[in-house]
Nanobody, 122 residues
């Protein structure tokens, strides 16, 4: 199976930037889509952004459009998420997930990472 490892989280002041990484290990041949989720303190995990592994098409939720950018490096089996102009409401544990399609990932299928915490101070 595929193992995912997130990194790049940390503490940053509002207006700052961070770049999260999600590296995939193992049998990655079955992976065609990857999704970033965020879980804010005391709230349920929610969709943030997604990318097609082969085509590179991306999808974002409205609150992060223009601030977050998701990309992938096929040679490194890694997906990146550049986060700019961070706001306190961006504070969350962010997880990446991989599976055959974005739809199946959104339904809870596929491989999931352990998460990386982002804290944005006022």
């Amino acid at each position: 199976h595929v193992q995912l490892v997130e990194s790049g989280g940390g503490l940053v002041q509002a207006g700052g930037s961070l770049r999260l990484s999600c590296a995939a290990y193992g049998r990655t041949c079955s992976v065609a889509a990857m999704v970033w989720f965020g879980q804010a303190p005391g709230k349920e995990r929610g969709f943030v952004a997604a990318i097609s592994w082969f085509g590179g098409s991306t999808t974002y939720v409205d609150p992060v459009k223009g601030r977050f950018t998701i990309s992938r490096d096929n040679a490194k089996n890694t997906v990146y998420r550049q986060m700019n102009s961070l706001k306190p409401e961006d504070t969350a544990v962010y997880y990446c997930a991989a599976d055959k399609t974005i739809g199946t990932i959104q339904k809870g299928a596929g491989s999931w990472g352990q998460g990386t915490k982002v804290t944005v101070s006022s």
